[in-house]
């Protein structure tokens, strides 16, 4: 195991915990290490944690794609209302697109976290 994947104090304390409600305070017949069960538990929080800040990204990126979407045109340089009219309609369907997008994210993510499968 290396320096990094080493767990931290509460992962240990989990760890402890967990054998403890198997085998009892005496750990009697247990035969896995502390730190091997701490050391499931540590990889588990590091992958939430990439997970976390993946939809994080992911979340920022949506709401600068939403801000750019939703702010109004230069009036300057669009005059025609034609013109302004089909720009808006694109952006509306943009918009549409990247909610519904997230609407799926977000359900396949929470399908994640809850363990059931995607399909």
């Known amino acids: 195991m290396s320096e990094s994947a080493q767990p931290d104090k509460s992962e240990q304390l989990i760890a402890e915990d967990i054998l403890r ?5 005496d750990f009697k017949g247990c035969t896995v290490r502390l730190d091997d069960i701490a050391a ?7 992958k939430r944690e990439v997970q976390a ?8 990126k949506l709401i600068e794609a939403l801000d750019l979407l939703s ?22 369907d943009a918009i549409h697109t990247l909610t519904a997008r997230t609407m799926e994210t977000t359900a ?7 363990g059931i499968e995607p399909g």
């Open 21 to 25: 409600a198997i085998y009892g305070d």
């Open 40 to 46: 499931l538990i540590s990889t588990g929080r590091r």
């Open 53 to 60: 800040k993946e939809l994080l990204d992911l979340y920022e």
């Open 71 to 92: 702010t109004p045109p230069d009036i300057n340089k669009v005059t025609d209302p034609n013109e302004l009219r089909t720009l808006l309609s694109e952006r509306l």
């Open 108 to 114: 396949l993510a929470k399908r994640q976290r809850d």
